[in-house]
């Protein structure tokens, strides 16, 4: 089985061998077969196509293991970007691979990547969050739990919840760091703004076409802390109850990823209270 990248609204996003296999497999699975036909149109392939979306995946898994069985070829594709990463697809890409057959991934357009790509955050690390919960208090919930991770955050959102989600956004995380919206990617109306998260509010209630089309939102990492988190700093006290400042300064580090002449300072620092 191939799991195919395919374009995110663009048509002529796609890569040259995933049109290749989309010509040459017994059948296409796909999110919405009326959706996937357009595209498959456009690129003038008569493809069969069968439904795998999030009611039916576990049945419809069944099924592409049988087909392959029957030594079939098949292909997997969401309606847009890459499957099975926040779309359907795991369970029958787990399904296959269990049944003993291959999986073979075609790599393509990736919403999350490319709102990065076009974003003009500095920072070296992200973490992709993808949908967070529909339910206010949930979501409130996992947005504090995330709020310290020093990476860029990326979610996705949906144009009905977006301006929660935001407002959420805004009241849990630093006014300082930023949020990137990235709107409607490659598609007509694509919009792509970064500005300071605590103007986000007022910067979507300007404007309904704002709150359209299928979002990416991106908040940069927390602003650095001044000394060590509490955890770290538990963490080296402990260590300098049996180890010299040097070996237990280095042990930290190696522990928690913070610097080691920081850890080192904090240690001597301690050791002189």
């Given at each position: 089985m191939y799991?195919?990248?395919?374009?995110?609204?663009?048509?002529?996003?796609?890569?040259?061998?995933?049109?290749?296999?989309?010509?040459?497999?017994?059948?296409?699975?796909?999110?919405?077969?009326?959706?996937?036909?357009?595209?498959?149109?456009?690129?003038?392939?008569?493809?069969?196509?069968?439904?795998?979306?999030?009611?039916?995946?576990?049945?419809?898994?069944?099924?592409?293991?049988?087909?392959?069985?029957?030594?079939?070829?098949?292909?997997?594709?969401?309606?847009?970007?890459?499957?099975?990463?926040?779309?359907?697809?795991?369970?029958?890409?787990?399904a296959v691979q269990a049944a003993g057959f291959p999986v073979v991934p075609l790599p393509g357009p990736n919403a999350a990547i490319t709102a990065l790509s076009a974003s003009g955050l500095m920072d070296e690390r992200f973490l992709f969050v993808g949908f967070l919960p529909a339910k206010s208090a949930a979501r409130q919930a996992e947005i504090a739990a995330l709020a310290g991770i020093p990476a860029a955050l990326v979610f996705y959102e949906a144009p009905h919840r977006v301006t929660e989600c935001v407002a959420d956004l805004a009241a849990l995380l630093e006014p300082s760091r930023e949020l990137v919206v990235a709107r409607e990617l490659t598609k007509l109306f694509e919009q792509i703004v970064r500005l300071p998260l605590k103007e986000a509010v007022v910067w979507f209630a300007a404007d309904d076409n704002r709150q359209r089309g299928e979002f990416?939102?991106?908040?940069?990492?927390?602003?650095?802390?001044?000394?060590?988190?509490?955890?770290?700093?538990?963490?080296?006290?402990?260590?300098?109850?049996?180890?010299?400042?040097?070996?237990?300064?280095?042990?930290?580090?190696?522990?928690?990823?913070?610097?080691?002449?920081?850890?080192?300072?904090?240690?001597?620092?301690i050791k002189d209270l």
């Open positions: 799991v195919v990248a395919t374009p995110l609204g663009n048509l002529g996003d796609i890569t040259l061998r995933a049109l290749e296999i989309l010509r040459t497999v017994d059948v296409v699975a796909c999110e919405d077969t009326r959706h996937a036909r357009r595209l498959l149109d456009h690129h003038g392939i008569k493809a069969t196509t069968m439904a795998v979306h999030q009611h039916n995946e576990r049945e419809a898994g069944a099924k592409l293991v049988e087909r392959l069985r029957q030594g079939q070829s098949v292909a997997l594709i969401s309606d847009a970007g890459t499957p099975a990463v926040s779309d359907p697809g795991a369970r029958a890409v787990a990416v939102l991106i908040v940069s990492a927390p602003p650095p802390r001044e000394g060590l988190d509490p955890g770290t700093e538990r963490i080296l006290k402990l260590l300098l109850d049996d180890l010299p400042v040097k070996q237990a300064a280095r042990l930290a580090a190696e522990i928690t990823g913070a610097a080691k002449n920081a850890l080192y300072q904090r240690a001597l620092e």
